[in-house]
């Protein structure tokens, strides 16, 4: 694995783009040609330092306290300020939809990683 640095967007992935074919005429300023390119460069490398940052304030273990089911409730939670704002058009009061977009992209990411190490949806008493 390359070394990255996680400073801040747009420090990630400049060797990649080599790689990816990109940045032909060593246009700095606008060398990604494709979402994809943007998304490499700059949208995960800031979704790291983001995700790294707000999780210190839960420790370790936090995402494991309430399993599957409290993964799913939270991104069901975040869904549902996702289509208040973008799809109703209603203006969000706290969180924006950029911000939500990035807390999702980590609940996805936390839930994949308990699926991964085995963990099992805990049965529930009100079924």
């Known amino acids: ?40 460069n700059d949208l995960v490398p800031e979704w790291v330092v983001y995700f790294r ?4 304030d839960y420790g370790e273990d936090g995402a494991d306290e309430l399993g599957l089911g409290g993964q799913y409730a ?11 704002a973008l799809w109703d058009g209603q203006e969000l009061k706290g969180e924006q939809p950029r911000e939500i977009l990035l807390d999702f992209i980590g609940h996805c990411f936390l839930t994949i990683d308990m699926i991964d190490r085995g963990v099992k949806p805990e049965l529930r008493m009100d079924r």
């Open 1 to 40: 694995m390359m070394d990255m640095d996680l400073s801040g967007p747009g420090e990630f992935n400049r060797a990649m783009a080599a790689d990816l074919g990109d940045d032909p005429d060593g246009d700095q300023d606008q060398w990604y040609a494709t979402p994809l390119q943007h998304i490499l």
């Open 53 to 56: 940052d707000k999780n210190l």
């Open 74 to 84: 939270d991104l069901n939670r975040k869904m549902l300020k996702l289509k208040r």
